[in-house]
């Protein structure tokens, strides 16, 4: 506010205006406000776009299938009957059950760096972890279809299945593309985000907090799980809302490793799909227009969710990191 | 000191979390140096100079590379960066210095969840507005959606950039008279520019590998192609066509790709934290997500 009542001098008092600046500049700089709200909303036109052209791509399939989209089981192109069931049970099984695992692992992780850690093995070890953030989903997708899936079907399958047999979802022939597959490749894409805010959070938090626990006779992991976890909770809620947005709209890595197939399984050793993945196989072969508006609508979907979940989870973080 | 206090229970208990927490903060890192050796194992038996000289060749005849990928990535990410850069430098240096203005406010959060949107769904974005009019596959409409992916990382990288600037800076700059774009362009900016740069290039890095818009953007090539309305041949495509084939000579291809894809991102994102290092800025170029 301050610098604006000098530049635009109106503010101050008795209508002074500074000599120094000279009508070019004054043009210069009402441009130069202009231009960069120009731009902004540049950008928002395009953010106002993506939704409006997804929204108007999908009419057809909306106007045939109305609500009962969402919860229809057939997919069948051949009679142009599509539904979405299959693949947000695949979506939202696979992203929980990462999210389950990576938020266990990535909290414990997060805490060692930021209060465990030898300084040096703490920057080591958060540098390793934020490249992990960077590795291409292709690559996870390629280690997670040759490497990971033979150990899935070979080993830790028949282990599950050897030691929780009894229960429905570990059930049934062990395929090496499946949700499990899946969902182990997805923790390992999210655990980053988890750990890494996590650090940040716990780091962040006053040292007059950590002394106070101690002081009072508090055991470090006392100190950790009693003041510094509660104390942040609801930004590493936000971390794992941000982490659970991603594996939702994860495409590439899940495509190769689920197995795709559009049937609702209660197995996790079963093949399954994702949202993301169908329109990522089945897109250029749509042949009809009613196929690709249904294909569209799934982006929709995708999009409105992956928008909630990490709104909500940006407005936490956003609270306690800044 | 404080130890002969706390009963012995409670002491071990502390301990085990504190071991379990330690071997999921190593575990985390163990497994990812196991997948880069496993990558560099596999990716470096099929580098070659005619992997990366030549075009793809058909299944059954042995060699053949992956050049047109590695030209059209370069092509379709440069692209990409001259959309994105200006638009997202703009609207961060807005975000920063009109900070206290609702529209900032609004727009900063609205980048912050667009970072989030699945690239699925940018790409269908740029499907319908770029490709279903024309007809055609083309290397612009990728670019495009890789531009929408860039723009909201460089806004906020930018945002953080100029916000860290002291404030003592701006105040004395404006003290002496100058106006708000002058304070921008001859303090602001010169101050902020390592942080920017990072923010750009963590945005290239950001991109550099993803695939899923260019399933029906780029679309892929088997030929040279340098005109960016028509379809072109993407690195990542390329792992991605040969790793779902049945052949064995095109999976040692696909990790050939791969090794060649990680070093140029974390080339790209280890260069983006050293630069900013070295040039004494402080504050971001964190990689949380």
Same mark, same amino acid.
């Given at each position: 506010m301050a610098d604006q009542a000098i530049v635009g001098g109106k503010q101050s008092p008795a209508g002074y205006r500074p000599r120094s600046i000279r009508w070019p500049d004054r043009i210069l700089s009402a441009l130069f406000t202009g231009g960069l709200q120009g731009f902004c909303f540049l950008f928002l036109a395009v953010v106002g776009g993506l939704a409006l052209e997804l929204l108007w791509g999908s009419r057809l399939s909306l106007r045939a299938f109305g609500i009962g989209f969402l919860w229809s089981t057939e997919w069948n192109p051949v009679t142009q009957q599509f539904g979405a069931a299959p693949f947000i049970y695949g979506t939202v099984v696979s992203s929980t059950i990462a999210l389950a695992l990576a938020a266990g692992i990535g909290i414990l992780a997060g805490v060692f760096l930021a209060e465990f850690a030898p300084r040096r093995l703490g920057i080591v070890l958060g540098m390793l972890i934020e490249l992990l953030a960077a590795v291409p989903s292709i690559v996870y997708g390629l280690w997670g279809l040759f490497v990971l899936a033979p150990v899935v079907s070979g080993w830790i399958g028949p282990a599950l299945q050897a030691a929780f047999g009894f229960l429905p979802i570990f059930q049934g022939t062990i395929y090496g593309v499946n949700m499990l597959t899946a969902s182990l490749i997805l923790t390992l894409m999210i655990l980053p985000t988890i750990t890494a805010i996590t650090r940040d959070l716990i780091a962040a938090m006053p040292m007059r907090y950590r002394e106070a626990a101690l002081a009072l006779g508090s055991t470090p992991w006392e100190m950790v799980s009693k003041v510094a976890l509660p104390s942040v909770r609801r930004g590493i809620f936000g971390a794992c809302m941000l982490a659970y947005g991603r594996a939702l709209g994860e495409t590439i890595a899940a495509t190769m490793v689920i197995g795709n197939r559009p049937v609702i399984s209660a197995s996790l050793f079963a093949p399954g799909y994702t949202v993301a993945s169908v329109i990522a196989n089945e897109f250029t072969e749509a042949t009809t227009n009613l196929y690709l508006s249904a294909l569209i609508e799934l982006g929709l979907i995708l999009l409105i969710v992956s928008l909630m979940v990490i709104g909500i989870g940006r407005l936490m973080v956003r609270l306690f990191l800044r | 000191m404080i130890g002969l206090s706390i009963p012995a229970r409670r002491q071990l208990k502390s301990l085990l979390w504190t071991a379990a927490s330690a071997f999921c903060a190593t575990g985390v890192s163990v497994v990812l140096l196991l997948i880069m050796g496993y990558v560099v194992r596999e990716g470096v038996s099929a580098l070659s100079l005619s992997f990366l000289t030549q075009l793809p060749r058909p299944v059954g005849v042995p060699g053949g590379g992956v050049a047109n990928g590695i030209v059209g990535t370069l092509i379709i990410v440069g692209i990409a960066a001259m959309m994105a850069f200006p638009v997202g430098i703009f609207v961060g240096i807005y975000l920063a210095v009109y900070s206290h203005r609702h529209l900032a406010k609004s727009l900063s959060y609205l980048a912050d969840v667009l970072a989030g949107v699945p690239s699925i769904a940018i790409g269908i974005f740029a499907y319908t507005l770029l490709v279903a009019p024309f007809h055609h596959f083309s290397a612009v409409s990728a670019a495009f959606a890789f531009a929408v992916l860039m723009v909201p990382l460089v806004i906020r990288t930018t945002e953080g950039a100029i916000a860290v600037v002291p404030r003592e800076l701006r105040e004395a700059a404006t003290a002496l008279g100058a106006m708000e774009h002058r304070v921008t362009s001859k303090v602001l900016l010169v101050a902020a520019r390592p942080g920017i740069v990072t923010g750009l290039l963590l945005a290239l890095a950001r991109v +550099?590998?993803? +695939?899923?818009? *260019? *399933?029906? +953007?780029?679309?892929?090539?088997q030929f040279w192609e340098f005109d960016p309305n028509k379809p072109m041949a993407e690195l990542s495509l390329q792992i991605f066509t040969y790793a779902i084939s049945p052949y064995r000579d095109w999976h040692q291809q696909a990790w050939g790709g791969a090794l060649i894809l990680i070093v140029a991102v974390f080339v790209l994102s280890v260069f983006a934290r050293l630069s900013f290092l070295w040039r004494g800025g402080a504050g971001i170029g964190r990689g949380t997500d």
């Open positions: - | +550099t590998g993803e +695939t899923a818009p *260019l *399933l029906f +953007t780029a679309f892929g090539s």
